[in-house]
Antibody
Framework: EVQLVESGGGLVQPGGSLRLSCAAF????????MTWVRQAPGKGLEWVASINQDGSRIYYVDSVKGRFTISRDNAETSLYLQMNSLRADDTALYYC????????????????WGQGTLVTVSS | DIQMTQSPSTLSASVGDRVTITCRASESISSWLAWYQQKPGKAPKLLIY???NLESGVPSRFSGSGSGTEFTLTISSLQPDDFAAYYCQQYSSPYTFGQGTKLEIK
């Protein structure tokens, strides 16, 4: 059974940093693009960042470029999101998601999602 | 960036109704469109990809259509489990979601 389990969220002050982790189970992690999606309280979904199978291709939404870094460890079957210079508008539930199709190219929908980890940026 | 606009934002309907949600793209995305269902406190669930392909395990009362800039999600006969929020997503370049449609009980 495919499972994605996020951790690392919490309360952080503006300007602070946080590292999110996503542990993957039940599938060949190294074969899939992986993604972070966030959802501010009571709001819609926003794609944040994606990384390809070997970490050589990475894409970010403009609002996080230069502040967030997505990475992965295929040996540990884990996905990460390093978040620096956090702002109040980064407050959201952060989901880890798998892109549809093993060995696929960039640009696929997301077929499995974790339950999310909440990041709150506030003084 | 490609903008996605869903309508309506809220839809009130009854069990057994046929409902349609529309999603418009600001430029052509061919058929690179997905639909998700999200229930309160839960992660989104993929329903349809490539505009009209039903994800495995999704009931056949859900269907999708469209190409280019205009797309629809149709639920042929609403069931109690279907009252939720629905989002479209383009995955042409790079990824954008619509603002969502809340489907509520009339």
């Amino acid at each position: 059974e495919v499972q994605l389990v996020e951790s690392g969220g919490g309360l952080v002050q503006p300007g602070g940093s946080l590292r999110l982790s996503c542990a993957a189970f039940g599938f060949t992690f190294r074969s899939y693009w992986m993604t972070w999606v966030r959802q501010a309280p009571g709001k819609g979904l926003e794609w944040v960042a994606s990384i390809n199978q070997d970490g050589s291709r990475i894409y970010y939404v403009d609002s996080v470029k230069g502040r967030f870094t997505i990475s992965r460890d295929n040996a540990e079957t884990s996905l990460y999101l390093q978040m620096n210079s956090l702002r109040a508008d980064d407050t959201a539930l952060y989901y880890c998601a798998r892109e549809l199709g093993a060995h696929s190219g960039y640009g696929q929908p997301f077929d499995y999602w974790g339950q999310g980890t909440l990041v709150t940026v506030s003084s | 960036d490609i903008q996605m606009t869903q309508s309506p934002s809220t839809l009130s309907a009854s069990v057994g109704d046929r409902v349609t949600i529309t999603c418009r793209a600001s430029e052509s995305i061919s058929s690179w469109l997905a639909w998700y269902q999200q229930k309160p406190g839960k992660a989104p669930k993929l329903l349809i990809y490539r505009a009209s392909n039903l994800e495995s395990g999704v009931p056949s009362r859900f269907s999708g259509s469209g190409s280019g800039t205009e797309f629809t999600l149709t639920i042929s006969s609403l069931q109690p489990d279907d009252f939720a929020a629905y989002y479209c997503q383009q995955y042409s370049s790079p990824y954008t979601f619509g603002q969502g449609t809340k489907l509520e009980i009339k």
